[in-house]
């Protein structure tokens, strides 16, 4: 059984140090994390070149790997990998947790991080929301999902309710 928690909000919310501290947590308690990161900054991600598989990528492969020292890197176009089919590399991998760092559109279940009053009205935008973090005293509640200002709170709460998170493709 492989878990999906998507965790979205806008840039320098928060979303990259709370995912960090809670694979750390999970990985404590004996799961396997992996995850995955949506590049919304605009143009193509960072990655790592070889001249060989820059060569491949640029004769039309969709999917290229480098392996060397205990590491492998996949270089993929999206319209030739997309995220569902990554989650599953991850599922046949067994890996139990798997972190979708933004993505806002896709519909996972959420954990949503506002940085103050004025990121509120992403949560009428978003779907499948099952917790948010708020760096702001203003958010009390939200429907009936966990609100927290505490990131370990927020961590230890959700890691006790991984149900909600079971990925339904499989």
Request: aromatic share 12%.
């Amino acid at each position: 059984m492989m878990y999906v928690i998507q965790v979205v909000g806008y840039k320098n919310s928060g979303k990259t140090t709370l995912v960090s501290k809670w694979i750390k947590y999970l990985q404590a308690k004996g799961l396997s994390t992996s995850t995955i990161k949506h590049h919304g900054h605009g143009g193509k991600p960072d990655t790592i070149k070889t001249k060989d598989t820059e060569k491949h990528m640029e004769a039309g492969a969709g999917l290229t790997s480098v392996l060397g020292e205990k590491e492998v890197f996949l270089n993929a176009r999206l319209d030739q990998l997309p995220v569902e089919n990554i989650l599953d590399i991850y599922y046949y991998l067994s890996i139990d947790v798997v972190f979708i760092e933004g993505f806002k559109s896709y519909p996972f279940p959420k954990v949503v991080m506002l940085r103050d009053e004025n990121d509120f009205g992403l949560l009428n935008t978003l779907e499948n929301i099952q917790a948010v973090y708020t760096m702001s005293k203003f958010c009390q509640s939200y429907d009936d999902v966990f609100v927290t200002q505490c990131k370990m709170e927020l961590i230890t709460e959700i890691s006790d309710r991984l149900d909600f998170f079971q990925d339904q493709r499989n």
